[in-house]
């Protein structure tokens, strides 16, 4: 369930961000350039979901190696 | 094992369908509002006395292309978890 | 109750858009050109909801005839 | 028929109160987070040493003229509404 | 529960608020001048918490005298 | 009288812990989510054919110095309180 939910936020936040970025004004069609950009946009932004991840977890493993 | 599905087992049918369709609904509704304020700050940037045809237009537009836009991000994602599982994994951790 | 909240969330929503649009710095009284700032803006949100609606509906709609 | 009306129906009526009581402060709760956010935006640019008056007066009007909107704008609703039954339709729908 | 709540709502939102203006470009790590920033800005947000507070208090205590 | 703590009592420790342990999970992701989204904003401007080290170790700092920002504030929090009851009393109320 969580997983589900998780992932689903993650295609809401991407979607909304992406969006915004690759889609000046909306036109009669995705066009392909605009297919490119979000595609690029994806792909950075689920870059940066696992950097985020990673960097977190590993803050949170040498805290509690601190304790 | 679905806690919720299990959870769902012993519950009469047509409340089982009522709920899922409320929850369509809910969803539904949840989209509307926000394609609409991002429609919005798309194509109606200073409101004036109507809704002019070309803002109408862009909104429409506006939805379609969102709507394009989610299709085609979940049906790339599809492919490209079949080819790389890190991504699903690091996911479902 | 999804009604009451959908109008809830509409309500409140529109309400951060127009004050955001018309109020520019708080006087100590909505005065007359805000007033008609607010009725001008919150009129073309509710036809900017009614559009949307319309248009994600016949899409919808278009999609299950195409399955 | 309002399931969570009916669902209360055989609650303790002190229970009840105290629910109603806790949603009442949790909605203005809310409302205070919301306002904050906004009119620290519109008044506080640039946070300094304290809060000077300027910038307090400004919070002030701020929340009083956000009032002053959400009550405007529920009364104009609720005229139109009177008038025109077509929105509330398809916001019931 | 409430109260809780309402804590954690106040401080994620005035986290992200200080954060947003007190770290242009995120460094090798909190600096000085960058922590004088954010205990600046927390001290602010909490002013504004508890004057918006007071206001929407007052406020509505009004409108129950003139019912 | 924590209510939600009261009916716990009856639970199974073990759901109880499962319990424990997704909520935790929750918290995480979600607060994954809110600094991706955020250190996005400050770190990839224009995305391009692949997450440069530039932009990498900006995310990394990124959420350390957001981590830094939060306990920083707790922290500080929890000082101030100690010293002038006046705010925790407004919370409280």
Redesign the interface.
């Known amino acids: 369930?969580?997983?589900v939910?998780?992932?689903q936020?993650?295609?809401q936040?991407?979607?909304?961000?992406?969006?915004?970025?690759?889609?000046g004004?909306?036109?009669?069609?995705?066009d392909n350039s605009?297919?490119k950009?979000?595609?690029?946009?994806?792909?950075?932004?689920?870059?940066?979901?696992?950097?985020?991840?990673r960097?977190?977890n590993s803050?949170l493993q040498r805290e509690r190696a601190n304790m | 094992m679905d806690p919720s599905a299990s959870g769902m087992g012993s519950v009469d049918p047509r409340l089982r369908h009522f709920i899922e369709v409320e929850t369509q609904k809910q969803r539904f509704q949840q989209l509307v509002h926000q394609m609409t304020e991002l429609c919005w700050e798309k194509c109606v940037d200073k409101p004036g006395p109507k809704l002019d045809s070309r803002a109408e237009a862009c909104l429409v537009n506006c939805v379609e292309r969102f709507i394009d836009t989610s299709r085609f991000i979940v049906k790339r994602l599809e492919q490209t978890q079949k080819s790389k599982a890190g991504f699903s994994e690091s996911l479902s951790d």
């Open positions: 369930q969580i997983a939910a998780n992932a936020e993650l295609l936040r991407m979607t909304d961000k992406c969006f915004r970025k690759c889609i004004k909306p036109g009669g069609s995705l605009e297919q950009c979000i595609a690029m946009c994806m792909d950075r932004y689920m870059d940066a979901w696992n950097t985020v991840s960097a977190y803050r």
